[in-house]
């Protein structure tokens, strides 16, 4: 008997509601939230509604996976009552049909089996935590307020109640690494984090780290540490499976390059200077030897602006070690997969 497959390609979307700061007692030192939200009202419920209402007519009608993601401060930290109203609000457009997930975003040492039996019983499907560092020093020295066992033990909860996880990371805190960074990324992965997002850490106004920086007690990653950094972090993710949905603070975020945004390693397409490092490296590494060919590199559908770099920097870089060069997209590749043919 013969089967016949349709694999359908989901659009997937999210609907953003940003709670700022509500209940969340501590004060991390890179953390300015209103600076980095933009917002400084805290939605009720009614605004909640119209917020999705508003995102799912600009969505298209058909195949499509919608969440509502609750994502800002500490969610969990909330009265549960509050919490209950916020995921309350939600559930007619599960019921419907017209969103198909819930997530939120929350801090390790807010998990408990109270809180687990809330969320499970008004459908979360993916719980966030800001995990930032794996290393106990780093997150004491960043006034996390919580420690790597704590995360752990959450993580773990989080899972045996059948939820999905996802562990958010920082590069570049106080006494951080590239190997501690490595460390966060391999327990993330070991953890059975579903998803991750990876942000470089920033000087934001009126923050802790602020005062450091200008007192010369806390120095930034370089834009090239960071993405060289996330360069090695990102393959760690890939061998583990699990899915980076944000590399560095996203251009909506509300910050101001030199007025919110005191420094740091923020770029408006840092993920594309990331992916496309990832690339220079690995045909830098296959294309040594052919000084003098003329060379047609072959890449995935889809990967050619990463490939040839951002503002075509990697083909300036490669054509140095080579007579010419040439790419051309292809279906059959996938990944980060290619082909080198040496045309003479
Ligand atoms: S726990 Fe989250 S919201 Fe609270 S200060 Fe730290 S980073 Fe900011």
């Known amino acids: 008997m013969n089967f016949v497959f349709n694999f359908i390609m989901l659009k997937h979307y999210s609907i953003p509601?940003?709670?700022p700061e509500l209940a969340c007692p501590f004060r991390c030192v890179f953390c300015n939230q209103r600076k980095i939200s933009g917002?400084?009202?805290i939605p009720d419920t009614e605004k909640v509604i119209k917020i999705v209402k508003t995102h799912l007519v600009s969505f298209k009608k058909t195949d499509r996976w919608v969440?509502?993601?609750f994502f800002g401060g500490n969610f969990t930290?909330?009265?549960l009552f509050e919490q209950e109203a916020y995921l309350n609000v939600v559930q007619p457009f599960l019921a419907s049909g017209e969103i198909q997930g819930i997530r939120l975003s929350t801090r390790p040492d807010y998990i408990n089996e109270e809180v687990l039996d809330l969320l499970e019983k008004y459908h979360v499907s993916t719980i966030e935590l800001g995990a930032q560092s794996f290393d106990d020093k780093v997150l004491k020295k960043s006034h996390r307020g919580h420690t790597a066992s704590q995360t752990?033990?959450?993580?773990?909860?989080?899972?045996e109640r059948g939820f999905q996880l996802g562990l958010q990371m920082m590069i570049g805190l106080p006494g951080d690494s590239l190997e501690s960074s490595l460390f966060t990324a391999r327990c993330i992965v070991d953890l059975g984090a579903t998803s991750t997002r990876i942000y470089p850490t920033v000087v934001i106004k009126e923050t802790a780290l602020h005062q450091w920086y200008l007192k010369g007690e806390y120095f930034t990653l370089s834009l090239e540490e960071a993405v060289r950094w996330t360069t090695k972090i990102i393959p760690v993710f890939e061998a583990g499976n699990v899915q980076v949905i944000r590399t560095g603070l996203h251009p909506s975020e509300g910050l101001v390059p030199g007025k919110d945004l005191i420094a740091g390693p923020y770029h408006p397409q840092f993920?594309?200077?990331v992916l496309s490092e990832i690339w220079l490296n690995n045909l830098l590494n296959a294309i040594v030897g052919l000084k003098d060919s003329d060379i047609e590199l072959i890449i995935p559908k889809g990967q050619l602006n990463y490939a040839i770099g951002h503002k075509g920097l990697n083909r300036q870089k490669l054509q140095d070690?080579?007579?010419t060069l040439?790419?051309?997209e292809s279906a059959a590749l996938k990944g980060r997969e290619f082909e080198i043919q040496v045309i003479a």
């Open 326 to 328: 040439k790419f051309t």
């Open 67 to 69: 969440d509502v993601a």
């Open 152 to 159: 752990e033990k959450a993580a773990k909860a989080i899972l």
């Open 321 to 323: 070690y080579c007579k």
């Open 39 to 41: 917002h400084i009202t």
């Open 271 to 273: 993920r594309e200077l």
């Open 17 to 19: 509601v940003f709670i």
């Open 77 to 79: 930290g909330i009265p």
